[in-house]
């Protein structure tokens, strides 16, 4: 068990609240209000969003200063937003040391406090963030956001997300055009920020993210072979783009086009150009080398994370029904 979770067991705990440790949420109910407590960026996991579902059956709804004056009054409080149904505090704790437990605990206590009685005060009842009916609404994940839904509303979410993830028949042509064209993107970018000078990550990044969107728009869908020929066609047009790259400096700084050649042309010279000593071979493959680099750096984070939503596609997580914690948890 990580340190995180501990912790967060231990506030949980503190609090009296429930803490589903296979999802990372603290949930339960405040002051009638059915709430959740969750790290909106993994990388900062102190800095915690609290969220509930409820409205003003009238649809009154706080102006911008009466949510100004709020999270001014309530100095642990960041920010209040309201979206739908959904209401969310945030709440950046600094952590640091044994202590950490009780002034976080304050803090949350606090702002819980104040942000119930807010929503009180503002008529807010407790509702379904679907359809918005005061009905008993349990916490749920999907597809990256939090949800309190009703039981109708799950059925129906749970049948919507199915239908979304029949298999689409794969068209692999289409899928390979629309790699290609989406590789363009690319392409261009290596040429454009190689002429101001620069290899970035960048590149790699709209190369994958151009290849992968371009085979799953034209393909039907991104299967496993899609990803495969996805991958090829990127190597090969980033190997593309670094010639065209050369080519562009041989046309434009190397003065072929004052000799009447034109961009074709400058491409075709470049094994020319490399082997004759005009193109400086260690530069030739330092750069090839370092746009790779950069094409895996962009690429492998954006392939990983298109293969984890797929993964994560069509679920709906029904927070607090798996794990409980067991031993009594210990603020490390
Ligand atoms: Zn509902």
Sequence with gaps: MSKQTDNYAALASALRLGYDMTNNVIHGQWNGYHIIIYAADSRYPYWLTVQTSARNPYGANPSKEQIKAFTKAVKPINSLVQDGNHVRININFAMGGKAALEKLTACMVESL?????????????????????????????????????????????????????????????????????????????????????????????????????????????????????????????????????????????GGASDFGFNLFDCYRMVPRALSGGVIESRAYWGNMALIYIFLLLGAVPTIYGRVKEKQQQGLLIKIGSAASYNSPPQWK
């Design 113 to 253: 406090n104040a942000f119930t009685s807010f929503l009180y005060q503002g008529g807010f009842i407790p509702c379904c963030s679907m359809c918005g009916m005061q009905k008993y609404a349990a916490p749920h994940w999907s597809a990256g956001n939090y949800y309190h839904l009703c039981a109708d509303c799950e059925t129906s979410m749970r049948q919507k997300l199915a239908v979304a993830k029949q298999p689409k028949p794969e068209n692999i042509v289409g899928g390979i055009v629309g790699a290609l064209l989406g590789s363009l993107l690319g392409v261009l970018c290596i040429v454009v920020l190689g002429q101001a000078g620069y290899v970035a990550a960048l590149s790699g990044v709209i190369m994958a993210v151009g290849v992968l969107k371009g085979y799953e728009l034209l393909g039907g869908r991104l299967t496993k072979k899609g990803i495969v020929i996805s991958i090829i066609i990127m190597l090969g047009m980033t190997y593309v783009g670094n010639q065209l790259d050369w080519a562009v400096a041989l046309y434009t700084k």
